[in-house]
């Protein structure tokens, strides 16, 4: 029962060449397989396929019927009766997000995908549907009320959301905890694993209001980041039909009756549509 | 492969195979008691402590790591107790391990033939000598893959600690992944963290299997 | 108003959403599992060859699954097929294939350890008995191999089914995924659902493993 030892080598070696095939995977020159469907191929289909969140109310989530729904959805909805198709809803998580537009497994991702330059070397995105200001949420007994107030603290973050890359970026200097789930976070800011949660302000405010003794200290942290839906890098025919859309859709105000239904009864009179909505695909 | 993007991540990913050693080494230690402890405990059929682990065998293997976790970490602070992350993922682990050692170590105890005891018996072996001398050994040599087997699975499993906020590899992995798209280069790390701490795990087993056939009778 | 969570499980298909999912991790599982039982046993059996060759393949692919985290093998399978070779495949069908890869491999060394467990004093016997190796592997060591398989086998499925939940990544909701899609919207309303939700999760995965696992230990008392 003797294994020579170089059969182990190999075998690890073979690992790490099936590792570094899949490596190469993210540059798209090298892609073959799953090319992007254009404008056409998409409506002779008859089906689009959209990749949104599952579980992040009241963007992308599923109600209690398993119908999905949120802001994100709404739109995508729209997006498919425009096209004359039918919607097909495939969930996603943040870290698939491009690997799904890359594969050509969705033809779009409404997944409350925040703009940056390195991300949109990845992909294409097209104009913007909503604009995200940041909140800070602390204990009232030991309220964060200034940026500078953040470095070495321990911060709480959601995962795939716009506060986690805007911190990354911005500041480095902040050590940040990541959960998955709103919920989680939300617990772990309430056991005081954390000194402060940064969020969307909507949902931060939404949040304080609800809960005995935190606050908002900083309703406002940074330039507003947008939310935009993104093609496959090249689809230029699918992105430029989304663009020529957004400024359809500006005109009869599609993004404030979306805020309306969807985000109003959640997040209530905290904030006005106008801090969030961007119509027409423009700032 | 962008070599740039490698070095930039490296030392996050240095971190976390740290991380993942340190909550596995202490989760296997643990798990190793626990398995033996239990192991022991249905072996000489004590009465009432022999239901209490089967209860516990049944549960811990019956539910997943991160169900344990989720109330460890969230749920525990309800009832006023605050176990801070990586103490919540040793606790889990041993949890989990306990059941999945004890199991490889009864079946291993199983395998050997009751003649062997019997003989031991007759040839002046007390109790504790037979199991030492005779039992034990070709036990464990019978166990040993499975142990091995349940061993990498503990270091595998400890992804699952994400859900609690530790950066284990597979979380820092799927961060570069979600946050920077750079995914070839996070998976060729994930693999490589993963084949420097696992490979010597499996190398050394693979040994200490050797090591101990020459225990078993007839071979 | 705040409410304890419970009433979560009654809203809506809450419940029988759950349950899907449940079938969802359960029919991966399950299936991958069946498929490794008759492939591990193959591989396993070639495993104790003596052939140098052929140990080094096998023991290359052992060691290539173990090492393999789960969720690299799901990109590999699920993106990386379509990318290369333009195989779509569906998550689920993935969740599959590559449940059914690393199965395979632990199936084939247990299955590897179990008959080399056997004395070897019973193979001679049987061979001086005039028994051909195949009838020897089939009536006297395949039996005792099975027997001392069982609670490791067992062991795997479990974990096999305890290890689904990582194949929300590739867009296949199961059970656990249900449980945090009910959690999410919920938040509000029900601060604890959580724990509720998942309570009733950590209940379905008992539901599913612990008839699995006494079925195993009644069929192991039987045969000794």
């Known amino acids: 029962m003797s294994v020579p030892r170089r059969l182990i080598l190999g075998s690890a070696l073979a690992s790490l060449a099936l590792a570094a095939c899949s490596g190469s995977s993210s540059t798209p020159a090298s892609s073959t397989g799953g090319k992007a469907r254009t404008l056409e191929e998409i409506k002779s289909s008859g089906t ?31 997006i498919a009766k425009d096209l004359g198709a039918k919607v097909e809803f495939v969930p996603v998580e943040a870290a698939s997000r491009v690997e799904f537009l890359e594969t050509a497994k969705v033809d779009i991702i409404l997944a409350n995908f925040t703009v940056t330059p390195e991300r949109a070397e990845k992909v294409d995105f097209a104009g913007p549907y909503m604009k995200v200001s940041l909140g800070v949420v602390s204990p009232e007994a030991a309220a964060i009320t200034a940026a500078d107030q953040l470095a070495g603290k321990n911060v709480i973050v959601v995962k795939g959301t716009t506060a986690e890359t805007f911190l990354e970026k911005n500041h480095p200097e902040v050590k940040l905890t990541k959960y998955e789930q709103y919920t989680e976070a939300t617990n772990a800011l309430i056991d005081g694993r954390g000194d402060a949660w940064v969020t969307d302000n909507t949902e931060a405010l939404a949040w304080a209001a609800g809960a005995q003794g935190f606050t908002v200290g900083i309703a406002s942290l940074g330039n507003p980041d947008t939310i935009a839906g993104a093609v496959t890098k090249g689809n230029s025919t699918l992105r430029d039909w989304l663009n020529q859309h957004l400024v359809t859709l500006g005109e009869e105000k599609f993004f ?13 009179d905290a904030v006005s549509a106008d801090e969030l909505v961007v119509e027409g695909g423009k700032l | 492969m962008n070599w740039a993007v490698i070095q930039a991540t490296l030392p996050t990913f240095i ?19 626990v398995g033996i402890l239990c192991a022991t405990i249905t072996r000489a059929k004590l009465p009432v402590a022999r239901q209490l682990v089967w209860v516990y065998v049944e549960i811990s293997r019956n539910t997943p790591l991160l169900g344990q976790l989720f109330f460890l970490y969230y749920g525990l602070p309800k009832l006023g107790i605050v176990v801070d992350a990586e103490h919540c993922a040793v606790i889990g682990l041993t949890f989990l391990g306990g059941s ?24 002046g072996l007390s109790g504790v000598q037979t199991m030492r001398h005779v039992i034990l050994p070709q036990a464990t040599a019978i166990a040993m893959p499975a142990l091995t087997a349940n061993v990498i699975f503990l270091i595998k499993e400890t992804s699952v600690v994400s859900i609690i906020a530790l950066a284990d590899l597979v979380f820092v992995a799927k961060e570069q992944i979600g946050s920077d798209y750079t995914t070839a280069e996070a998976l060729f790390l994930l693999v490589s963290c993963y084949l420097v701490i696992l490979l010597p795990v499996s190398l050394g087993a693979g040994w200490l299997e050797r090591r101990l056939r020459h225990a078993t009778f007839g071979d | 108003m705040r409410h304890s969570g419970i009433e979560l499980l009654f809203q809506g298909q809450n419940f029988l959403r759950l349950l899907h999912g449940l079938w969802v991790s359960a029919s991966i599982a399950l299936l991958a599992m069946s498929l490794s039982i008759v492939l591990g046993t193959g591989l396993g059996i070639v495993m104790t060859s003596k052939n140098r060759v052929v140990k ?32 779509n495949l569906d998550g689920w069908s993935a969740a599959v294939v590559v449940f059914t890869l690393w199965g395979t491999a632990e199936m084939g060394d247990l299955v590897r350890a179990a008959i080399t467990s056997i004395p070897k004093h019973q193979y001679s016997s049987a061979r001086a008995l005039g028994m051909t190796p195949w009838q020897v592997q ?10 001392r398989l069982l609670p490791t086998t067992i062991n795997l499925t479990n974990r096999m089914i305890m290890t689904t939940p990582l194949v929300a990544l590739i867009g296949v909701v199961e059970v656990l995924k249900t449980g945090q899609q009910i959690i999410d919207p919920n938040r509000f309303a029900y601060p604890d659902g959580s724990l509720w939700i998942y309570g009733t999760v950590l209940l379905l995965y008992f539901a599913v493993c612990f008839p699995i696992s006494r079925v195993a230990r009644l069929l192991e008392r039987r045969w000794s």
């Open chain 2, 100 to 123: 999945f050692m004890a199991e490889a170590l009864r079946s291993g105890l199983d395998a050997v033939e009751p003649i062997q005891w019997q003989s031991a018996q007759s040839l």
């Open chain 2, 15 to 33: 971190e976390a195979t740290l991380l993942t050693v340190r909550v596995a080494a202490f989760g296997i230690v643990g798990a190793l008691i």
């Open chain 1, 256 to 268: 404030h009756s979306d805020y309306e239904q969807t985000l109003k009864p959640v997040y209530g």
């Open chain 3, 138 to 147: 089939r009536a006297v060591i395949l039996p005792q191999a099975i027997r």
């Open chain 3, 56 to 87: 080094f393949v096998t023991r290359a692919y052992l060691e290539t699954m173990r090492i393999m985290p789960q969720i690299v093998l799901l990109f590999l399978v699920f993106f990386d097929l379509t990318r290369y070779f333009n195989v």
């Open chain 1, 48 to 78: 689009i396929r959209i990749g949104v969140f599952s579980d992040k109310a009241p963007f992308g989530y599923v109600d209690a019927e398993g119908k999905y729904a949120g802001y994100d959805v709404i739109y995508a909805e729209r």
